[in-house]
């Protein structure tokens, strides 16, 4: 995985990550552990966010199929949350967690941690969701776990010119990281990014939120 686009929402900043109750622009939102069977739906929402680089050239980028069975094995190793939200196309058809339920699960993120640094592999809001913050509060609740994991900062990779990758995780405080301030264990994981169609390293940087 790799930090993708996150639906850019434009949020001016960082926001709290966001629970049962709360609520987001759009209206009551959750984030909670992702389960097993939540790997079609973060899936799907991954292919959906993808299309946007198709739109600006980036056609091998688009085409990635996200790996199902990867998302299991991370879910069940505690690193995947999805977000969901209160919303009334959930009645039809798209709720999660039951029959009559109105949550609707709207993008989802990944991490793991790398040179004690929770490093969000991947972090995808649903294009229709797009607009209401949804993006920052995964960001948020994943730099929330990091620290409870003892965490120094939060990082990522992406690109640096698309306008909702490096441009986005700008306005919510990431800094582009030296070459000097990348441990191993990052580096390790921009090397085998860099294997991938389409994730020409040259175009792509790490960052890093203290």
Do not use: K
């Not at 097993?36 to 993808?50: C, L, M, N, Y």
């Not at 919303?87 to 949550?103: F, I, L």
């Not at 640094?117 to 991947?122: E, L, V």
């Not at 070459?179 to 921009?190: A, C, V």
């Amino acid at each position: 995985m790799s930090a993708r686009p996150v639906g850019a929402d434009g949020s001016g900043g960082p926001a709290p990550a966001l629970g049962v109750g709360m609520s987001g622009s759009a209206g009551a939102v959750r984030i909670r552990p992702a389960r097993a069977a939540d790997a079609p739906r973060a899936a799907e929402i991954e292919i959906a966010g993808g299309r946007a680089f198709a739109e600006i050239g980036m056609v091998e980028v688009a085409a990635d199929v996200p790996d199902e069975s990867g998302l299991i094995r991370t879910a069940e190793e505690g690193r995947l949350w999805v977000l969901e939200a209160w919303t009334p196309a959930a009645q039809e058809g798209r709720g999660q967690g039951g029959e009559g339920t109105r949550w609707e699960t709207a993008g989802y993120a990944a991490a793991e941690i790398l040179d004690g640094c929770a490093h969000i592999a991947q972090v995808t809001v649903d294009p229709v969701h797009a607009g209401h913050g949804y993006g920052a509060a995964l960001i948020a609740h994943v730099e929330q776990w990091g620290r409870v994991h003892g965490c120094r900062a939060t990082t990522l990779t992406t690109f640096r010119s698309v306008p909702w990758n490096a441009p986005y995780y700008a306005r919510l405080g990431f800094e582009v990281m030296g070459p000097e301030e990348i441990g191993p264990e990052l580096t390790r994981t921009m090397d085998h990014e860099a294997t991938s169609p389409g994730l020409d390293a040259a175009l792509r940087c790490a960052m890093i939120r203290r």
